[in-house]
C-alpha cells in the first residue's frame, strides 16, 4: 500500500498539470469565439491573409547580405528587398535604370559616373543617396570597411571573382570610389571595362540601408536579424529552414507590389515542390526537373513555365593530352557526338542545342553563320586517321558528381558520349572526383583530359562567359590552349563602348571558338518552372531572377 | 541516484571529446574546399588561397582542434563559413522542430508496434501474427524518401486531407509567435485551436514516414519479449487466481515485457533525431537533420561540428534518462 501511494505521489503532478491542461483546452473550446487579446488576431496579416502569394524556392538562403551570397535561393529573396543601380528590362538582359537613373563612362572609358534616383527611400527610412552607395561599395571592396565584418567572417567572395581582387590588390579593377555629390557617384578604374554597369547590376549587388547594417553589425541578414532594401517588398520575418514572410513596400518607386503579402518557402526536394503546388499550397516555384514537365502538363491547375537559357554545358577537350593538341582530332569528337539526339533524349524541350558557347539570350553578340557540327561519324573517322589515329585512342573523360541545370543527369550523359566515341575508335573511360575536388583539380595542370563542366551567367554580357574561359589565365584547364587573337578582342570589347563594335568582336570570337573546338558547346537548358493557373503577371528573366511586384493572384 | 547521476554526467567528459575528434577528423577527411562551394565554377586557385587564410583554414589541424575545443567550451559555436549565421542561435532555432518530430515518430512507432507485438504474441502464430510482422517489416524496407513522396502524393495530392509539407500553414503561419518552438504546445499555449488544429495536421505525414523506422523493431522486440514473458511461473499463477486475461497480459505480462522496449526505444529515439535527414528534407521540416546535410555538401566545418556535437550529446542524455527510467519499471533495480 506505501509503495503504491508512494508511486501514485510520483505520478501526481505529471496527472494533475495533464487535467491543468485538459480544463483550460475544454473551456477555452466552450468560451469566447472572438479571442481578440490572441496575437494571432490582431496581427495585420489577418486581413489579407487569403491574398498572400506564396512563392516555393528551391532552399533555404544563404543569406540576405548583398554581396556574400551566390547562391540562386539568396538571390531570389535578394530581389524582392532590394534594388540595385542597374536593372534589367523584365524578360531580357537589356540593362534599364535601377536606382541610378543614368550611366556613363569618361572618354578613356577608365571612370563611370552614376546619377542616382532621387526621393528613394529605404525601408526603415533611411534616405538612399550616394553616400548610402559608397557604404554598400566597400563593405564588399575594402578590407579595412567597418561595416565589412570581415572578423566575423564575412568573405564577399562574389566581388573579386567578378572584378579582379579586393581594395588594394593588384589586380582589383576598382581603384577608387568617388561620392560626387548627394546623387553622383563615380567609379575609377584600372582599365577601361564596358560591362562594368551590367555586372555591378547583377543580382548580388543590391543596396542596403547603412544604418541597417550598422544597427544589425554581423548578424545583418541572418534569420533572427534584419535586411533591409529599397525593394518592392518589405522582409517582416525569417523563419529558419523554413519560410520568409514579406509585405508590399507601397512607396515602391517601380510600382507597388500587386499583392500584399508574399511568403516564400523554402522546399528542397523538387518532388516536394511539385507536390506542394498541386495541391494549391504554394503559387509558384521554380527549379523542377525536365521530367517533372510531362505532370506538370497533366494538371488542368498548373502552367509550366520556361526561363530562356543563359547557361551553356560543355565538354572541354585539354589539348595539353597530345591526341587532343591537334584540331582535326577535336573537331572528329564534335563531329562523333549525336548532339540533336542526345539533346531530345535527357532535355527534351527544354535543351537548346547550338553552335555558339554564348546562351541564345545574348544571339546578338553571336556569329550567325554558323551551324552546329553534324552527326558524321565517317568524317569523324576520316579527320582522325589523317591525323594519325586511325585506330583510336584511348581517352580519360570526367563527368561531374553533381547536378548542375545545364548538365541535370551528368553520368548518362557522359555514357551517351562515350559510346558515340567509342563508334569512332575513341576508347572512353569515365572518371568523377568530389565536386569541390573535381573543380580544383581540373584547373590544376595537366588538369583531365576530357571533362564535362558549364557556367551560368552572373550577368547579361558575353565577358562573363568568354572572359573567364578564353581570356588570359582562363585556359589551364585546356593544356594552356590560347589564342592571341581571342584575347585582343577581348580586351578590345571590354574597352569599346559602341555596342555595333563590341557585336562584331563577339562574332569574330565565336567564329574562332567554333573552329578550334576547345571547349564543345553541347547545350543550353532552360529552367522549368510552374505557377498554377490563377497566377499572373510572372515574367522570369533569363539572369535567374525577378522581383514579383507585378505577380498577382485572381 | 543523485550520485550516479553525477557519475554519468561525468562519464560524459571522455564521450564528448571522442565526439569532437571524430567529427573533426572525419570531417576534415573528405576531401573538399568551403571556397570552392561558395564561388563554384567560377572558383581560382588565387581566391581559394586567400579565402583559406581569412577563415583560419591554413593553421595545422591540431592547432584548429583545439581552436574549435576551447570555443566549444565557451559555449561559442562560431559562425557558419558559408553563410555567416552564428551556429548557437541557429540550435536555439531548429532544436525543437526536430525533436517535435522525432517525438511524434516515436510516438506513432509506440502506438501502433505496442499493440502490434501484443496482438502477435497473444495470437503467435495466427494470421494476425503474420500480417502484423510483415507490414512492419515492409515498413522498415521502404526507403523513408520514397515513403514519403507516395504520403505526400496519396494524401496531400490526390485526397487532399492533409497538408504535404512544412510545419504550419500559411494562413495560419502568420502572426503565430513561438514561445519555445514546439508548435503543438505553444499553440496549446496561445490557446490557437486553429493553428493547433493546423501544427497537428502536418506533424502527421512526417511523423509516420520516419516513424516506420523503429515500428518494426518495436513490434518484433515486443512480441518476443511477452513471448517470453506470458511463459513464466508468475503468468500461470495470476491466470489461476482467476484474474480476467487481460488483466494478466496489460498488466502483470505488458509491465515487465516493456523493459527491453523502452531500451529500444531511447535507442531509437537518439538514432532517429541524427537519421531525420531525409525525413526534414522531403517534408521541408526545419529542423537539424537538414541543417547538418547542407553543412556536409558545403563542407561548412563549424556548422556540422557543433550540430553533430549538439545531437550527440542530445543522444547520450535521452540514453541517461532511459536508464533511469528503468526504476519506475522494474522496482528492483536501484542505482547506487
Redesign the interface.
Known amino acids: 500500500m506505501i ?1 503504491r501511494w508512494k ?1 501514485w505521489r ?1 505520478w501526481q503532478p505529471v496527472l494533475l498539470s495533464m487535467v491543468f ?1 485538459l480544463t ?2 475544454l473551456s ?2 466552450g468560451g469566447s469565439p472572438d ?1 481578440t487579446d ?3 488576431a ?2 495585420p ?2 486581413s489579407s ?2 491574398q ?1 502569394l ?1 512563392f516555393g524556392l528551391g ?2 538562403p ?2 540576405l ?1 548583398p554581396g ?1 551570397i ?1 547562391d540562386n535561393n539568396s538571390i531570389y529573396v535578394h530581389e524582392q528587398i532590394y534594388d540595385r543601380l542597374v536593372h534589367f528590362e523584365p524578360g531580357t538582359t537589356s540593362p534599364v535604370p535601377g536606382l541610378a537613373t543614368e550611366w556613363s563612362a569618361s572618354e578613356d572609358g577608365l571612370t563611370w559616373t552614376f546619377t542616382l534616383r532621387e526621393g528613394v527611400t529605404f525601408h526603415d527610412g533611411t534616405p538612399f543617396n550616394a553616400e548610402a552607395v559608397r557604404v554598400n561599395v566597400e563593405r564588399w571592396w575594402d578590407p579595412a570597411s567597418p561595416t565589412g565584418y ?1 572578423d ?4 564577399y ?2 566581388w ?2 567578378l572584378f579582379g581582387g579586393f581594395k588594394g590588390d593588384e589586380a582589383s579593377s576598382l581603384v577608387s570610389l568617388n561620392v560626387v555629390d548627394d546623387y553622383t557617384i563615380e567609379f575609377v578604374l584600372n582599365q577601361p571595362f564596358a560591362a562594368f554597369p551590367v555586372a555591378i547590376g547583377s543580382g548580388y549587388f543590391g543596396i542596403a540601408s547603412p544604418t541597417a547594417i550598422e544597427e544589425a553589425g ?2 545583418y ?4 536579424s534584419t535586411a533591409v532594401g529599397t525593394g518592392p517588398y518589405v522582409l517582416d520575418e525569417w ?5 520568409v ?1 514579406l509585405s508590399a513596400n507601397p512607396d515602391y518607386w517601380d510600382g507597388a507590389p500587386a499583392e500584399e ?1 508574399l ?1 516564400v ?5 523538387p ?2 515542390r511539385l ?2 503546388l ?2 494549391g ?1 504554394i503559387d509558384f516555384t521554380v527549379e523542377l526537373a525536365p521530367d517533372q514537365l510531362q505532370e506538370i502538363e497533366g494538371d488542368d491547375n498548373l502552367e509550366a513555365v520556361f526561363r530562356e537559357s543563359f547557361n551553356v554545358g560543355y565538354l572541354g577537350l585539354n589539348t595539353g593530352f597530345e591526341p587532343l593538341a591537334d584540331v582535326r582530332v577535336r573537331k572528329a569528337i564534335a563531329l562523333a557526338i549525336n548532339r540533336p539526339e542526345i539533346v531530345s533524349a535527357f532535355w527534351g524541350e527544354l535543351g537548346v542545342s547550338d553552335p555558339h558557347f554564348l546562351p541564345p539570350s545574348m544571339e546578338n553578340f553571336n556569329a550567325n553563320d554558323l551551324e552546329v557540327y553534324p552527326y558524321d561519324p565517317e568524317q569523324a573517322k576520316q579527320l582522325l586517321s589523317e591525323a594519325g589515329y586511325a585506330d583510336g585512342f584511348d581517352l580519360e573523360m570526367y563527368y561531374m558528381p553533381v547536378s548542375r541545370p545545364y548538365f541535370p543527369t551528368p553520368k548518362p550523359i557522359a555514357e551517351a558520349f562515350a559510346a558515340d566515341l567509342s563508334a569512332i575508335g575513341i576508347n572512353v573511360s569515365l572518371q568523377t ?5 573535381y ?2 583539380d581540373s ?2 595542370p595537366p588538369g583531365f583530359q576530357s571533362f564535362m ?4 551567367g552572373d550577368y547579361g554580357d558575353p565577358d562573363n562567359f568568354y572572359y ?1 574561359h578564353f581570356g588570359p ?1 582562363g585556359t589551364t584547364d585546356i593544356g594552356e590552349w590560347k589564342s592571341d587573337r581571342v584575347i585582343e578582342l577581348l580586351n578590345q570589347a571590354r574597352a569599346e563602348d559602341d555596342q555595333g563594335a563590341r557585336e562584331q568582336a563577339y562574332a569574330e570570337v565565336d567564329k574562332i571558338l567554333y573552329d578550334e573546338v576547345v571547349r564543345i558547346p553541347i547545350v543550353h537548358s532552360q529552367p522549368l518552372l510552374a505557377q498554377r493557373t490563377n497566377i499572373q503577371g510572372w515574367n522570369p528573366s533569363p539572369l535567374g531572377s525577378e522581383p514579383f511586384n507585378t505577380v498577382s493572384k485572381e | 541516484m543523485l550520485r550516479y547521476i553525477v557519475r554519468r554526467l561525468l562519464g560524459l567528459v571522455p564521450v564528448f571529446l571522442g565526439i569532437t575528434l571524430l567529427v573533426f577528423t572525419l570531417l576534415h577527411a ?16 588565387d ?2 588561397a ?2 583559406r587564410e ?2 583560419g583554414l591554413n593553421e595545422p589541424l591540431p592547432i584548429q582542434y583545439l581552436t574549435f575545443l576551447g570555443s566549444l567550451l565557451r559555449l561559442d559555436f ?9 551556429i548557437a ?2 540550435i536555439g ?2 532544436w525543437a ?1 526536430s525533436f517535435e518530430l522525432t517525438a511524434s515518430a516515436v510516438l506513432f512507432s509506440i502506438l501502433v508496434g505496442v499493440p502490434a507485438g501484443i496482438i502477435a504474441a497473444v495470437r503467435k502464430n495466427s494470421w494476425v501474427d503474420n500480417l502484423a510482422m510483415t507490414v512492419s517489416l515492409v515498413g522498415v524496407s521502404m526507403p523513408v524518401y520514397w515513403l514519403g ?1 507516395l504520403l ?2 496519396l494524401f ?2 490526390n485526397l ?1 486531407w492533409l ?5 504550419i ?3 495560419e ?5 513561438p514561445i519555445t518552438g514546439f508548435y503543438v504546445l505553444d499553440a ?1 499555449l ?6 493547433l488544429r493546423d501544427i497537428l495536421a502536418h506533424l502527421i505525414l512526417p511523423a509516420i514516414a520516419l516513424g516506420t523506422i523503429p515500428l518494426a523493431i518495436v513490434a518484433r522486440l515486443t512480441r518476443s519479449a511477452m513471448l517470453e514473458v506470458l511463459s513464466q511461473d508468475y503468468i500461470r499463477t495470476a491466470r489461476a487466481k482467476g484474474l480476467l486475461e487481460r488483466w494478466v497480459i496489460l498488466k502483470h505480462a505488458l509491465k515487465n515485457a516493456l523493459l527491453p522496449v523502452i531500451t529500444i526505444i531511447g535507442l531509437q529515439f537518439g538514432t532517429l533525431l541524427s537519421s531525420a535527414v531525409l525525413t526534414e ?7 537539424i537533420g ?2 547538418i546535410y ?1 553543412g556536409i555538401l558545403a ?1 561548412d566545418y563549424p556548422v556540422v561540428q557543433g550540430g553533430v556535437v549538439f545531437v550527440s550529446i542530445t543522444f547520450v542524455l535521452i540514453n541517461l534518462l532511459v536508464d533511469l527510467s528503468y526504476a ?1 519499471f522494474d ?1 528492483r533495480i536501484q542505482y547506487k
Open positions: 509503495r508511486r510520483r491542461a483550460i483546452v477555452n473550446c479571442a490572441s496575437p494571432e490582431s496581427s496579416a489577418a491573409e487569403q498572400a506564396v532552399g533555404q544563404a543569406n547580405e556574400n551566390t570581415r566575423a567572417g564575412r568573405g567572395e562574389i573579386p571573382g554581423p548578424d541578414g541572418t534569420p533572427g523563419r529558419s529552414g523554413d519560410r514572410i503579402q511568403v518557402r523554402f522546399i528542397t526536394d518532388s516536394a507536390a506542394e498541386r495541391a499550397s572526383k568530389d565536386w569541390a575536388v573543380i580544383e584547373k590544376k563542366l558549364g557556367w551560368t573567364y589565365g | 573528405i576531401p573538399g574546399d568551403p571556397a570552392v562551394f561558395l564561388m563554384g565554377e567560377r572558383a581560382t586557385p581566391q581559394i586567400a579565402f581569412q577563415m562560431g559562425n557558419s563559413i558559408v553563410t555567416g549565421i552564428p542561435a541557429e532555432r531548429r522542430a513522396l505526400i502524393y496531400a495530392v487532399g497538408p504535404p509539407s512544412g510545419r500553414g500559411i494562413s503561419g502568420f502572426g503565430f509567435q496549446l496561445r490557446f490557437n485551436f486553429t493553428a528534407t522531403i517534408f521541408s521540416w526545419p529542423g537538414e541543417w547542407g563542407r519506475f522496482p
